[in-house]
């Protein structure tokens, strides 16, 4: 399953990383898709 | 957002935010907001539990807390349909709809019963806005019926924010309207340790978002340092949504461990220990996945099967209710303007008006002051006059239009509500004091 990803602005990048890299080592089966949505993508 | 973004998550359903910048120049709109009003995510719910390694008035004092806040997201005064009546009167619309309030409370009851709750509260001020927060409690207890075994309630809103205060471990699911539900969301977050261990959840029926309610911090930005906890209970309610129970509980049993064994970012926990960073942090839970805490400890449930939906609506879904009343309008509250005395507005209408109707009150800033009222009421600008039909006979469009024209002639008319009654049942408050 996919779902979409927006990391956010700030600390928001760094918190995300961190929290899919924790998903990942205990093998949450999805699929990370990132969209453009913080202040950047306005 | 970009279009690409926007149709990435509307194709998929679940989208996983972190925390975004509010713009504050005028004109432009919060992506929270606009996530919110352009894909329907009706409810708010967040979820304030004690965590054992985060010190709080209430952990020290021995009281464990487990709240659960659903909020109504999409109407009461945040429509923000608001305008200036005269140049010292200012006006706001507080909608509350029957179809949008039974979809937050049944989505309430729902969440409540499947994770067991012992009890479900409303929080409302229906005591004084009787027709807006009546209709949420109504609609409240209607859907109750279909939930014999959940222990349904109301509290009046400030009773309830001083009960939070003082006793939170009496509650359990909470269901406000908007304003309200806001507010008391963020005191939540306060009783269990603030914003950084508080996850939100943005709930619609096609679109689900999940996001950590916290700022931005741009002054700790690319240090490494963020305490990630609130995003990560977040992440662990999506893991939930989408059937992933197994995982999310032994995620979030190695978070509690975690949190146990003293392990701390350096915006919480026991100062005397050192702070780990963001990296460090997430690595001591990886470390510490399959490890069981000594309170909270989670199921272990099954994973539920994963049916991703790829949403296309063609057109807008109407949410509506039966009618179940004759409708029929019985006259109009005028909102004019004038800086005269009361009795002489009244002469005024008075004068020629159409003997089908009656003027039955004049209000000011919702104090009557017509036909009784009182010398210390203060004054603004701005009168409410309520015209009805004699009997409460039905009356045509055509008529409170002639009505409109009586009124224009003497006042400058800032705006007309309708009087609509249903069977028996008025379709407007009284005037204080009325």
Known sequence: MKIAIAQGDGIGPEIMTAVLSLFDAAGVPLEYVPVDMGEMGI | MTPEAQQTIESLGILFKGPMETPKGKGVKSVNVTARKTWNTYANKRVFKTLHGVETVFSKAGIPIDLTIVRENIEDTYGGIEHMLTHDVALSRRFITRPGSEQVIRYAFEMAQKKGSHRITCGHKANIMKITDGLFLEVFYEVAKEYPDLKADDVIVDDLWMKLVTRPDLFDVVVLTNLQGDIVSDLCAGLVGGLGFAPSANIGDHICIFEAVHGTAPDIMGKNIANPTALLLSGLALLRHVGLMGHAARIKNALLYTLESGARTGDFGDKNKPALNTTEFIKTIIDNLGKTPAHGARPLLEDKPITPTQYKLEKNPLIMSEELMQEKIVGADFFVESEEQPQLVADKILAGLNTK??????????????????????????????????????????????????????????????????????????????
Not at chain 2, 372 to 395: A, D
Request: proline share 3%.
């Open chain 2, 357 to 434: 109707f009656d003027l039955v009150t004049i209000s000011n800033r919702g104090t009557q002051v017509w036909p009784k009222g009182s010398v210390f009421t203060n004054l603004v600008n701005q009168y409410r006059c309520r015209i009805e039909s004699k009997g409460t006979e039905p009356c045509s469009q055509e008529e409170i239009l002639q009505l409109y024209q009586h009124m224009m002639k003497v006042f400058k008319v800032c705006s007309i509500e309708l009087l609509n009654m249903w069977g028996e049942k008025k379709g407007y408050s009284l005037a204080q004091g009325q």
